[in-house]
């Protein structure tokens, strides 16, 4: 075997609808990428077996095989320790409850295998080959179904005394808010996330006030998606506006609560609602500029993600080349 060969892993990223793998060198290339569904509603069983059958068709693209494999990095939305392999809980994966998910998968392998949490996999991600290439202390927030975030502190992932950290997604930012899935009031991600956003935009058409957004679902209004709202917005729709501006100034309060206590140099946003772009961002940069310390507003840049639906499966190669090969900077 040659040392070239040792050095490829694979990052898997299983989400509540797609498992991703790919095959990843020590350069951070990606040689082979494979999707395929996740049977999320199945349990652990059959999801186990779609992330081996990727990896099996990932293998076979890239004319390897699991023996020639240094490790496997696993990304999973959701609690899990990085530490045992266990997934807690997972919103986007119901039927899975305390599964020793990396174990199952290591056992199958005969390699190491690293769990960890997706949003956590995208700021390595990040770090290493996308936005935050240069940066020290950094966030990368995903604005998405829900809301994700990796902290980035000195280069390395602030993982916490159990590695739970970070989920600012259930941090309070209004104590009469909705009720969020995880027990508690008024999170971030029930105000901020593409999930409020539509559900807000439904609410206020059921309500009776006149919009185009209704144009979009051929008249209805269960269908509204936070896409269907850009949509309207860009067509001048005075609704789809406000609900995108109510949004923002809630993507800008928590924003706010993580510059305040981070002081990052740089706030990395990706996701699917983030694609919404300035007439969310802006004023979502703007609000949290205007409540965090001046202090620490004047030092912070914002940006974009650049990875898209890569970051967590290139994060979670990346992960695992550092842990495994001591990767310096790319
Ligand atoms: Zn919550």
């Not at 020793?100 to 960890?116: D, N, Q, S, Y």
């Not at 020290?136 to 739970?164: H, P, Q």
């Not at 009776?208 to 269960?222: F, N």
């Not at 949004?247 to 990395?268: D, H, M, Q, R, S």
Request: aromatic share 6%; glycine share 12%; with cysteine.
């Amino acid at each position: 075997m040659s040392e070239h060969r040792e050095t490829r892993v694979i990052g898997i990223d299983l989400g509540g609808t797609n498992v991703r793998t790919a095959v990843v060198n020590a350069q951070g290339e990606m040689l082979a990428r494979d999707q395929g569904i996740t049977p999320a509603k199945e349990g652990s069983d059959a999801i186990v077996k779609a992330i081996l059958e990727s990896v099996g068709r990932v293998l076979t693209q890239a004319h390897m095989d699991a023996s020639d494999l240094g490790a496997v990095g696993l990304a999973s939305a959701g609690l899990s320790n990085p530490e045992t392999g266990i997934l807690y809980t997972s919103p986007n994966l119901p039927t899975l409850k305390d599964v020793p998910l990396a174990g199952l998968i290591e056992k199958e392998l005969g390699k190491k295998v690293f769990l960890m949490n997706d949003a956590n996999a995208a700021a390595i991600g990040e770090l290493y080959l996308g936005t935050a290439r240069g940066a020290r202390n950094f966030i990368y927030v995903t604005l998405s179904t829900g809301i994700g975030a990796g902290v980035v502190i000195n280069d390395k992932i602030y993982a916490g005394s159990a590695g739970l950290a970070s989920e600012p997604g259930h941090m309070v930012i209004s104590d009469e808010g909705p009720v969020c899935y995880c027990g508690s009031k008024g999170c971030w991600e029930p105000l901020a996330s593409g999930t409020a956003l539509a559900k807000y935009a439904r609410q206020c058409i059921q309500e009776g006030i006149k919009t185009s957004i209704l144009d979009y679902v051929g008249g209805d209004a269960e269908k509204v998606t936070a896409e269907d709202v850009h949509k309207a917005a860009q067509a001048g729709d005075a609704l789809a506006r406000e609900v995108i501006a109510r949004t923002a100034y809630y993507v800008g309060v928590g924003l706010a609560n993580l510059i305040n206590i981070f002081n990052p140099e740089l706030i990395v946003i990706g996701g699917g609602l983030s694609n919404i772009g300035d007439m969310l961002l802006e004023p979502a940069y703007e609000e949290a500029k205007r409540r965090a310390f001046p202090q620490m507003s004047d030092v912070v840049r914002f940006a974009r993600a650049e990875l898209g639906e890569d970051s967590g499966i290139l994060g979670a190669g990346i992960f695992v080349l550092r842990e495994t090969k001591g990767l310096g900077r790319l």
